[in-house]
């Protein structure tokens, strides 16, 4: 079965940086594309980035110019850089394959930013 493990979330001050990256397992990788998504306290959970198994990426308005994800597919893993972090960027986040949910979900990576 694929499963994803998310990991480098932590606690950062406004304006600051974090990478996040998410490993997966399976044969999925390579020939899917991937998406980071987050949830808020009490919110939906949201596509927040996606990269297509191409080199195609998507963003939503609110991370476009800040975040940047990526690729390694000899490593299965798919990144995401997030600079000029803000409070509302506070949130679990989770890795899964794109544009589909197709994989079980993680635990997900927390990533809290203070003011």
């Known amino acids: 079965q694929v499963r994803v493990v998310e990991s480098g979330g932590g606690l950062v001050q406004a304006g600051g940086s974090l990478r996040l990256s998410c490993a997966t397992s399976?044969?999925?990788?390579?020939?899917?594309?991937m998406a980071w998504y987050r949830q808020a306290p009490g919110k939906q959970r949201d596509l927040v980035a996606g990269?297509?198994?191409?080199?195609?990426?998507y963003y939503r308005d609110s991370v476009k110019g800040r975040f940047t994800i990526s690729r390694d597919n000899a490593a299965n893993t798919v990144y995401l850089q997030m600079s000029s972090l803000k409070p509302e960027d506070t949130a679990v986040y989770y890795c899964?394959?794109?544009?589909?949910?197709?994989?079980?979900w993680g635990q997900g990576t927390q990533v809290t930013v203070s003011s």
């Open positions: 899964n394959s794109f544009p589909l949910v197709r994989i079980p």
């Open positions: 399976g044969t999925i990788f390579s020939t899917n594309g």
């Open positions: 990269i297509t198994s191409g080199t195609g990426t």
